[in-house]
């Protein structure tokens, strides 16, 4: 069974830093991994796709890397803002039946 | 606009009665899920459909049912067999195994 684990679990840093966030899965034999935001009381928004056979998409700030042999993934954010202030969650899609198993997110604070 | 919505926004209930929450996307996709995300915590996949009249059990699908009539429409219901139903409920679409898109949720309490 697929298990994903995002840590740490909590990140704080002040603007303008640049960040990294860390995304690790079980079973390499995945279709896709796709990045998101979760602001507080809200639905998901898709930040980032990344295939299985890609290595790293990137958009604007946002820049998402993909390394199958060690289950592992980075989101790293760029000259980072508050407004950047959101949970970021990480989701591996299965290869047979195409479900998702997603981590639990890290909660990121960019203080001004 | 293109999208998936989810209604109501809060809905509240008495323990032991059945509710069903509604999603609806325009996207034109095939495949639609339902998740559900306790505080502080990841989504847990409850049901998914890849096609019209096709669905299947999720990780924790056990006292919810579902039904996809329409391409465009995959209700939840939640009924009273759910121990522990009050959750944040998350509907969402895709094409195939391509990236999902989420609608805004719904907040059910169960009292």
Known sequence: ?112 | DGGITQSPKYLFRKEGQNVTLSCEQNLNHDAMYWYRQDPGQGLRLIYYSQIVNDFQKGDIAEGYSVSREKKESFPLTVTSAQKNPTAFYLCASSTGFSEQYFGPGTRLTVT
Do not use: H
Not at chain 1, 23 to 33: G, K, Q, W
Not at chain 1, 58 to 84: E, F, V, W
């Open chain 1, 1 to 112: 069974k697929q298990e994903v684990t995002q840590i740490p679990a909590a990140l704080s840093v002040p603007e303008g830093e640049n960040l990294v966030l860390n995304c690790s899965f079980t079973d390499s034999a995945i279709y896709n991994l796709q990045w998101f935001r979760q602001d507080p009381g809200k639905g998901l928004t898709s930040l980032l796709l990344i295939q299985s056979s890609q290595r790293e998409q990137t958009s604007g700030r946002l820049n998402a890397s993909l390394d199958k042999s060690s289950g592992r993934s980075t989101l790293y954010i760029a000259a980072s803002q508050p407004g950047d202030s959101a949970t970021y969650l990480c989701a591996v899609r299965d290869t047979n039946a195409g479900k998702s198993t997603f981590g639990d997110g890290t909660t990121l604070t960019v203080k001004p």
